[in-house]
Structure formats: structure tokens, C-alpha cells
């Protein structure tokens, strides 16, 4: 079964510093990944997904993902960390069946909150 | 256009009580998911309907839980014999059909459920 490991439930940046979120994942065979994004009292909103076309995934708000295979990592990037930034971020993952197609389900991980600070 | 929506926003009941949680999914996608997201946790699947038949309800915790979508649009999470480890937010999310690259999940603001 996939699983998904976020280390570091929060983390804390300064604004216009680099934001790395990292996510780790455990699957059977090449999934499709997904990073989440939830803001206060709000539904989760897609930020990018990987889906195995390029290994860097550009998302909305200037997000950026890597897919590497050998770490078995999809970590979340931003050069820049804005105020609005400020938000829970949640890293999930799909499993493909032998046929390429994924399985409708996302398993995700337990979620990093983000802080910027001015 | 409209996203997913879910209601009630909030629900509080009593220990041992039924509940029912509606999700209207966006419309078009033939694809509708329930997650529970409990605190500092995650969002755990439970179910996911293609159309009107449930794909997969191996998340669902136990036989209390059930769901339905009779017309393969709107969604019914029923939970029977309420216990207050029950209490968690419960979230919906859409998609065009389930699995494949189009499979993006679109997701409601959630139906907050309190146990006493």
C-alpha cells in the first residue's frame, strides 16, 4: 500500500526566503503525486501534480516540485515566501495501475504547516 | 462555476445519534470521493463513486458508515450510531472521472462534525 511521509509538521520562514516543504513517498510502483494546499477555513486547492510528463512540476503562486525517483522525494519549493504563503500544505499520492491509469483514492500525508514572518 | 459544496458547515450531535452529510459535487464530474480529516491529521479516504456505484469503500471504518449517490450527482454520507471518535471534518471532492490524468480532485470547504 502507498504511503506518504511529511517530515516536519511546521515550519517557519521569514518573508522572501526559500520555502522547502518536503514529502516522501512509498509506493509499489510509479505514482501520480499531488501537493495540496488549505488555507484557514477553506477546501483544499490543487497546487501542482506530478503525472510522470517531467520530473519538475511548475504549480500556481510560483510552487515547484521535484519528482525524484532514486529518494523516492517530491518536495515543494519557492524561491520567494509571501505572507500569503501562510497555510497548511498537504503532499498526496495516487498509485498507477499496471495499466498506466491511476486508482481514484489519494493517500496523503499528515500535513506541514507554514508560517512566514515579516 | 459553482465548486463542490457541502452541508451543513457544521453539525453537532449526540453520542449515538444518525447523521446525514450532502455533498453537491461540481456539475459534469462523474467522479465524487469522501475523506475524513481529523485533527493535525490528513485527509483519509473512505469511499469514491464512479457514477452511481461505489468504485471502492475500503476506507470506510466500520458498518456504521455508509454512503450513497443514487443519480450519480449529489452524495449522502450516513452515520449511523454516532460515537465521538466520529468527530472530525468531512470532506468531498470531485472530479471529471476517477483515475487517468484528468483525475484532479476538486474539493468542498468540508462539514465539520462534533460528537458530544
Known amino acids: 500500500a502507498q504511503s506518504v511521509t511529511q517530515l516536519g509538521s511546521h515550519v517557519s520562514v521569514s518573508e522572501g526566503a526559500l520555502v522547502l516543504l518536503r514529502c516522501n513517498y512509498s509506493s509499489s510502483v510509479p505514482p501520480y503525486l499531488f501537493w495540496y494546499v488549505q488555507y484557514p477555513n477553506q477546501g483544499l486547492q490543487l497546487l501542482l501534480k506530478?503525472?510522470?510528463?517531467?520530473?519538475l512540476v511548475k504549480g500556481i503562486n510560483g510552487f515547484e516540485a521535484e519528482f525524484k525517483k532514486s529518494e523516492t522525494s517530491f518536495h515543494l519549493t519557492k524561491p520567494s515566501a509571501h505572507m500569503s504563503d501562510a497555510a497548511e500544505y498537504f503532499c498526496?499520492?495516487?498509485?498507477?495501475?499496471?495499466?498506466?491509469?491511476?486508482?481514484?483514492?489519494?493517500?496523503f500525508g499528515q500535513g506541514t504547516i507554514l508560517t512566514v514572518h515579516p | 462555476g459553482a465548486g463542490v459544496s457541502q452541508t451543513p458547515s457544521n453539525k453537532v450531535t449526540e453520542k449515538g445519534k444518525y447523521v446525514e452529510l450532502r455533498c453537491d459535487p461540481i456539475?459534469?464530474?462523474?467522479?465524487l470521493y469522501w475523506y475524513r480529516q481529523s485533527l493535525g491529521q490528513g485527509p483519509e479516504f473512505l469511499i469514491y463513486f464512479q457514477g452511481t456505484g461505489a468504485a471502492d469503500d475500503s476506507g470506510l471504518p466500520n458498518d456504521r458508515f455508509f454512503a450513497v449517490r443514487p443519480e450519480g450527482s449529489v452524495s449522502t454520507l450516513k452515520i449511523q450510531r454516532t460515537e465521538r471518535g466520529d468527530s472530525a471534518v468531512y470532506l468531498c471532492a470531485s472530479s471529471l472521472r476517477a483515475g487517468g490524468l484528468m483525475n484532479e480532485q476538486f474539493f468542498g470547504p468540508g462539514t465539520r462534525l462534533t460528537v458530544l
Open positions: 498526496a499520492v495516487s498509485d498507477l495501475r499496471a495499466g498506466g491509469t491511476s486508482y481514484g483514492k489519494l493517500t
Open positions: 456539475s459534469g464530474h462523474t467522479a
Open positions: 506530478y503525472t510522470s510528463a517531467a520530473t
